[in-house]
């Protein structure tokens, strides 16, 4: 085997450990938030998801706890997200709680816990 493919079994056997580790660690808190979540935003999902962009271009849908509100204008349209990130939404996004759903998509194989960030799609095409 070569050294690239060693690293890549050794990264993945890491984030395959440590992601439940941290998953369990970490759910007394995301309980608390998803509930924080539910009472300011009742009408909606506590879960935020994204198409996301991945190794090598591949798309997957992206899990975080929701930390803004759906509200609107008076045409319907999404707010700024200045008036829509609430106190609330900024203590979970501060701690890294709203992060926590993304255990699951590194448990299975579409993020790393070590590495580049997934992209949102439309960016893919500025890099080079």
């Known amino acids: 085997m070569n050294d690239k493919k060693i690293q890549k079994i050794i990264k993945r056997t890491f984030d395959f450990i440590l992601a439940p580790v941290l998953l369990v660690c970490a759910s007394p808190f995301f309980v608390i938030a998803m509930v924080v979540v539910k009472?300011?935003?009742?009408?909606?999902?506590?879960?935020?998801k994204q198409v996301r962009s991945g190794y090598r271009s591949k798309l997957f849908t992206m899990y975080k706890l929701k930390t803004m509100t759906d509200e609107k204008d008076a045409n319907g349209?999404?707010?700024?997200?200045?008036?829509?990130?609430?106190?609330w939404g900024k203590i979970i996004r501060k701690t890294s709680i709203d992060e926590i759903p993304q255990m699951?998509?590194?448990?299975?194989?579409?993020?790393?816990?070590?590495?580049?960030?997934?992209?949102?799609p439309s960016y893919v095409e500025k890099f080079d």
Do not use: C, H, V, Y
């Open 77 to 87: 349209d999404l707010l700024p997200d200045a008036q829509r990130l609430k106190t």
């Open 39 to 48: 009472i300011n935003s009742p009408e909606n999902s506590i879960i935020f």
């Open 104 to 120: 699951i998509n590194i448990l299975k194989g579409e993020m790393s816990l070590i590495g580049p960030r997934p992209i949102l």
